[in-house]
């Protein structure tokens, strides 16, 4: 079996709708696709519906967007979970809010120095999508500011510059206890992703592992080589699942699907751990 645990849709930051984007993971020859839109969740029914068109097998998930208390990201993938559970709900509603209104912020700011405004970038961003740095690079780009969505990561809208601005995040031990509570499974995204910014020491993964984290996103291609080789170790030593995928997000990202991929046993792992929504269209594992 071929399976991508780790996708995004135009729900987020990705340039696919749920469905084009589970059409892209049939003609591409995966078996099983995770949707894990970045604090969102609206694009699971469209893509259920789609698995079951393209017979595609389907995991709900989501990205969760923490920070420790030190100021370092943190990505939280979670699968299975109820999303309307409100502990958790309540939550990733208060960091969603807090993402728009950092974009408005961002782009006032760009606005002194460049042609782009809010209606610019809302051209840019489906529709009930959260407007992030992403849809700001989209705008960027057809203003002529930039060329690529790269291009604006690496330039105007890094954490460096002066037009960056902050946003409220989850701290990393609390996601992984809302998401259990929910029934989700915990995992970990891309956890030494040095390229991306300052990586958590062992005291965070200590933190999150107590608090019922229950997987490492391991084969994804910002995880160096000698990283993936200390999450192995830290997976057996804990009895973690561990998993691989592509991070997809359509044009926005070079990442193509089904670069790196889950085992067939892991998924199994998960999907008899996850107890708040269910799978569509998955074989025996």
């Known amino acids: 079996m071929l399976i991508d645990l780790h996708t995004h849709s135009r729900v ?3 340039t ?3 469905r084009a984007l589970v059409r892209s993971a049939a003609q591409a020859g995966l078996d099983v696709v995770a949707l894990t839109d970045h604090d969102q969740t609206a694009g699971w029914a469209e893509a259920a519906e789609a698995a079951d068109d393209y017979g595609v097998g389907f995991v709900p998930g989501m990205e ?3 920070k420790t208390s030190t100021g370092i990201s943190v990505h939280l993938l979670s699968y299975l979970h109820d999303a309307d559970d409100p502990g958790l709900l309540a939550e990733v509603d208060r960091a969603r809010d807090s993402r728009v209104l950092r974009a408005q912020r961002m782009v006032e700011l760009l606005g ?3 042609p782009i405004s ?3 970038v809302q051209e840019h961003t489906a529709h009930g999508a959260t407007i992030g740095r992403p849809h700001i690079a989209d705008a960027l780009v057809a203003a002529g500011v930039v060329s690529t969505r790269t291009e604006a990561f690496e330039s105007v809208l890094t954490p460096r510059s002066r037009y960056y601005v902050g946003h409220y995040a989850l701290e990393p031990a609390h996601a992984v206890r809302l998401v259990r509570a929910a029934g989700g499974v915990p995992v970990f995204a891309h956890p030494v992703a040095a390229a991306r910014g300052r990586v958590v020491g062992d005291e965070v993964f200590d933190e999150m592992i107590a608090a019922g984290l229950m997987g490492l ?3 994804h291609r910002d995880n ?3 990283g993936r080789d200390e999450l192995r170790r830290m997976a057996a030593e804990h009895g973690l699942i561990t998993t691989g995928s592509s991070d997809y997000h359509g044009t926005g990202k070079p990442n193509r699907l089904g670069e790196n991929t889950t085992t067939r046993e892991n998924l199994a792992r998960i999907l008899a751990a996850g107890t708040g929504a269910d799978p569509v269209g998955i074989r025996a594992v």
């Open 12 to 14: 987020s930051d990705g």
């Open 16 to 18: 696919e709708s749920p």
């Open 64 to 66: 969760i967007s923490c």
């Open 112 to 114: 002194e120095d460049f």
């Open 118 to 120: 809010w209606d610019l």
């Open 217 to 219: 996103e391991i084969e």
């Open 224 to 226: 160096p080589g000698h």
